[in-house]
């Protein structure tokens, strides 16, 4: 490589700097810029989303800086001058950065993430910060919806050999843990973030002794707590006699902790497995099963009772395989203008739902007193005072005719201030208390948004003031256009 792979900063879409080349030429790279990150459709049919890619964003952060090969680099590749690319060596990340915290709920349209501060630096942090949280939330997401199937019973990540290369397998685990799972098999993931690890072994070790009995004994002979994987030949006439038959032999030597069935109708074999166990006496012993399993084919299981103790789930989960992208996006809400004033931006769209909300806000969870249970989102503008009111009326921004008035409520900021003026001023939490917020952020939603089947919407609702703002707003884009027009 011709040069060293030393920073993230590059980690951009060009037009970003494109666009910091000409606001720097302009004279308006150092005005005050508010950006927010939004998404507009939750995945998965979800009634909710799980917050997650907090982390890597601080560090990413942390570190934004040009080296010396990413500016050698730019100046063997792009025409910008050398007092552009001297800018940008002294560039030091000034920005002030609010965000939900990894393990919170959000919703659709609504900011979770907001960057203020000089416009070149704002833009330029676009790609990389839409990158980690798009995909974290995802995953997060996705592995929330498989807890809320499965209960109580423990779940493991497997996804790493069907991830979308090696970051996204780091990332991804640790996205699923947050949402709830126990562990992962990346013994690497485990390293980096105390993640507990967990795990079986293949087809390939029966295979290489050819003979399921001979496999599970030589596994069992250097081995105390085993799992033996009982379907490389046949479940019920060889894998589970041979399991048990090896458990007999070891006796106390061993814990025979499960047997893991990865193949065929697993509503039927989990069953049979588990008679052809109880019947051997042991009736301690799990079933563990994996197969391209997701919230959908486990909530069937369930639903047919199958005998399954433990989840091994892989490609579902980390790829976010049925709904590979969240959408989130970034974009301008409010801009200092030539006198020093903030100005709100907006992007029109002939589809309601698309036209963008603008001003700097602040989203408030509002939560009942009385049985700690969330009542809605409601976005403000960031300057309004929510948390002291004793009532707040709520509506629907699209068909206002859907209100009410909650009294008796706790409203909680869900933007935190991450960075104030570049200078990081969050601590970031330890990964199981960030879980354990997930566990207990999903159970203050009301089951008819947590349901994964066609779940209530929950209400995401914008201030009176942030709506007649916003029409406001249209209507005088909307002028301008027609006297342009003219
Ligand atoms: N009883 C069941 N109800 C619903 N889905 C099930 C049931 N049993 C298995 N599944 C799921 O059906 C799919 C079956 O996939 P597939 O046909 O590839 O399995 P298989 O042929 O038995 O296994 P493999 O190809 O890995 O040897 C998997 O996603 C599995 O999780
Ligand atoms: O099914 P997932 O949710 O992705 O879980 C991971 C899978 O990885 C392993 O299979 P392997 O890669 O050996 O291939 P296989 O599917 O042919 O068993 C394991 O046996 C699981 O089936
Ligand atoms: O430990 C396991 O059983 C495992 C690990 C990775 C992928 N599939 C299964």
Redesign the pocket.
Known sequence: MKYADDSLVLHTDFYELNMMYTYWQQGIAERNAVFEVYFRTLPFGSGFAVFAGLEHVVKYLQDLKFTDDDIAYLRETTPYPEAFLTYLKDMAFTCTVRSAVEGDLVFNNEPIMQVEGPLAQAQLVETAILNMLNYQTLVATKAARIRAVVGDDPLME??T??AQETEAAIWGTRAAYIGGFNSTSNVRAGKLFGIPISGTH??ALVQAYRDDYQAFKAYAEVNHDVTF?VDTYDTLRSGVPAAIKVAREMGDRIDFQAV?I??GDMAYISKRVRQQLDEAGFTDTKIVA????DENTIQSLKMQGAKIDVW??????ITAYDHPALGAVYKLVSIEDETGAMVDTIKLSSNAEKVSTPSKKQVWRITRHSNGKSEGDYIARAEEEVAGLDELYMFHPSYPYINKTVRDFDARPVLRLIFDQGEQVYQLPNLSDIREFCLRSVDSLWDEYTRVLNPQEYPVDLSQTLWDNKMDLIKHVKTKVAKQQL
Not at 290 to 293: G, K, T
Not at 312 to 317: A, D, H, I, R
Request: proline share 0%; net charge positive.
């Open positions: 497997f996804g050999r069907r293949a087809h994987l893991r990865d193949s994996s197969n391209d399993l091994g789930v892989g490609t579902k989960v």
